[in-house]
C-alpha cells in the first residue's frame, strides 16, 4: 500500500510540472505526455481500489507511463533538449517528406514562434525556403541559427552562397573570409571565394586563398587546376604550368589541365612537349577539335605539311568554326588551298564565332566558365606571341637585307671616292712631269 502512495505522489508531481509546460509556453506537444501518465496513475487506483496487485507487467507500464518518460523529458530539458522541438520538428520533417510544405512552415513558424531559441525550427524553414527559391527568407532564417548557434559554419557557408546568387558577392565575400578564418580546412568555401575574387579579377587574392587551402588538402586535384588557371591569368605561366601538371597527375582523366599545358608548351616554342600534351587531349570531345587544331600548327612549324594539312582537316570538320580562325593565320598560308571540308576559306564566315575574351564579359561566372577563359587567353596569347616572334624574324630579315643595301651602297660610294682620288693623282702626276720635262 505505501508502494502505491508513494507512486501516486512522485507520479502527480511530475504530472504538474508536465502540465505547467502547457500553460507556461501555450504548447500542446505535452498533452500526450499528460494522457500517458493519467493512464499510469489510473492503473495505481484501480490496483488500490480493487485492493489487489497487478502482476509485473502492469506494474512496469504504470511506472515507465508515470514516472520514467516524465522524468527523462524534465532531464532532457534541463540538457537544453527541448522535447517539444524534437516532436514538432519530426512531424515536420514527415511533411516534407511527402510534399507539404506548407503545413510544415506552419509548424515550423509557431514552435519559432514558442521558442525563440529553437535552432532546428529555423534551419528547416530556412532549408524549404531555399527549396523553395526564397532566398532572402532562406538568409533571414539561417541568421536567426547563427544567432543561436554561432559555430554553425554550415549556415555560414549556406548564406555565403545564396549571397553571391543573389549577387551580392561583396558581402558573400567577407562571409566566406570570416567562416575560412575559423574553418580554414572549409574547402567548399575556398572553392567559392576563389570563384567571386576571379569573377572580379582579384587573381592574386583568389591565388593566396587556394594556396592557403593546399595546407590542409595537398592532394586535392581541384585546387592545383584552379591555381593554374589563376595563374595562367595572372600571365605567369611558368607557376601555372607547374600548377597544370600537379593537378594532373593526380587526375589522369584532367584533359583541360592538358590542353592548357600543350598552349604553354607551345608558348615556350617546346613544341615535342606540346605535340604530346594536345595528343592526350583528343580522347576529349569538347577540346579534340582544338587540339587538331594545335597539332597541325606544330607540323605546320616542325615542316610535316602532310600531317599539317590531315589535323587541319580533322580540326575544321569537327568544328567549323575553326576556318575562320585558320583563315586569319599567316602559319597556314602554306597549306590553305589544301582545305579538303565542303567550305572553302574565302567563303562566307559561319555565322557562330570563334570565342574571345570579351565574350564572357557580364556573364556569370562559374567554375566551367574559369576554365574556359583560361583556354582561350591561352589560344590568344599564343596566337600574339607567335605572330611576335614571326614578326621579329621578318624585321630581322629585312634588317640584314637593308644592311646587305647599305653596305652594297657604302662600297659603291668608297670604289666612286676611290676612282675619283686616282684619277686625280694621275692628272697631278702628269703635270707634274710635264713641268719636269719643259725645265
Not at 532572402?136 to 548564406?159: H, Q, T, W
Not at 579534340?288 to 605539311?305: C, D, P, Q, R
Not at 591561352?378 to 600574339?384: A, K, Q, V, Y
Request: some cysteine; overall charge negative; proline content about 1%.
Amino acid at each position: 500500500m505505501l508502494e502505491e502512495v508513494l507512486f501516486i505522489l512522485i507520479a502527480f508531481a511530475l504530472f504538474m510540472i508536465i502540465f505547467s509546460k502547457i500553460i507556461r509556453h501555450n504548447d500542446y506537444n505535452y498533452i500526450a505526455i499528460l494522457v500517458l501518465q493519467a493512464i499510469g496513475i489510473a492503473i495505481c487506483f484501480i490496483e488500490i481500489k480493487i485492493g489487489i496487485h497487478s502482476n509485473w507487467f502492469f506494474t512496469l507500464l504504470r511506472y515507465l507511463l508515470s514516472v520514467i518518460l516524465p522524468t527523462v523529458i524534465i532531464f532532457l530539458e534541463i540538457k537544453g533538449i527541448n522535447f517539444s522541438e524534437i516532436i514538432t520538428v519530426n512531424i515536420a520533417k514527415i511533411l516534407i517528406a511527402f510534399g507539404k510544405n506548407k503545413e510544415a512552415k506552419q509548424l515550423l513558424t509557431k514552435l519559432s514562434e514558442k521558442y525563440k531559441d529553437s535552432y532546428m525550427a529555423h534551419i528547416l524553414l530556412a532549408e524549404i525556403y531555399e527549396k523553395e527559391g526564397g532566398r532572402r527568407k532562406a538568409i533571414d532564417e539561417y541568421v536567426m541559427a547563427l544567432d543561436i548557434r554561432g559555430n554553425d559554419y554550415e549556415s555560414y557557408f549556406k548564406i555565403a552562397r545564396m549571397l553571391k546568387e543573389l549577387d551580392k558577392k561583396d558581402e558573400s565575400v567577407q562571409m566566406l573570409q570570416t567562416l575560412l578564418k575559423a574553418k580554414p580546412d572549409y574547402l567548399e568555401a575556398t572553392m567559392i571565394l576563389g570563384e567571386i575574387l576571379c569573377e572580379q579579377d582579384r587573381f592574386k587574392e583568389a591565388a593566396n586563398v587556394y594556396q592557403d587551402s593546399l595546407k590542409y588538402h595537398s592532394s586535392e586535384y581541384d585546387l592545383y587546376y584552379s591555381l593554374g588557371i589563376v595563374f595562367t591569368r595572372l600571365n605567369d605561366f611558368s607557376q601555372a604550368k607547374e600548377m597544370y601538371e600537379k593537378a594532373a597527375s593526380l587526375n589522369h582523366k584532367l584533359f583541360g589541365a592538358y590542353y592548357n599545358l600543350g598552349q604553354i608548351c607551345f608558348i615556350e616554342r617546346d613544341f615535342d612537349m606540346a605535340e604530346k600534351y594536345f595528343e592526350k587531349c583528343l580522347y576529349d570531345e569538347e577540346l579534340e577539335a582544338m587540339s587538331y587544331y594545335g597539332l597541325a600548327k606544330i607540323y605546320v612549324i616542325k615542316g610535316l605539311k602532310e600531317k599539317a594539312i590531315t589535323f587541319i582537316n580533322k580540326a575544321i570538320e569537327i568544328d567549323p568554326n575553326l576556318l575562320k580562325k585558320a583563315s586569319k593565320e599567316r602559319l597556314f598560308n602554306e597549306i590553305k588551298e589544301y582545305i579538303t571540308v565542303s567550305v572553302k576559306m574565302d567563303e562566307k564566315e559561319p555565322e557562330e564565332k570563334t570565342l574571345t575574351e570579351e565574350d564572357f564579359i557580364d556573364v556569370p561566372y562559374t567554375k566551367e566558365l574559369g576554365e574556359k577563359q583560361a583556354q582561350v587567353h591561352l589560344e590568344n596569347t599564343t596566337d600574339l606571341v607567335h605572330d611576335i616572334k614571326e614578326n621579329t624574324e621578318k624585321q630581322r630579315a629585312e634588317q640584314i637585307v637593308t644592311n646587305i643595301i647599305n653596305k652594297e651602297k657604302l662600297r659603291k660610294m668608297l670604289e666612286e671616292e676611290q676612282n675619283k682620288l686616282d684619277e686625280n693623282n694621275k692628272e697631278q702626276n702628269s703635270e707634274e712631269k710635264q713641268k719636269t720635262d719643259n725645265f
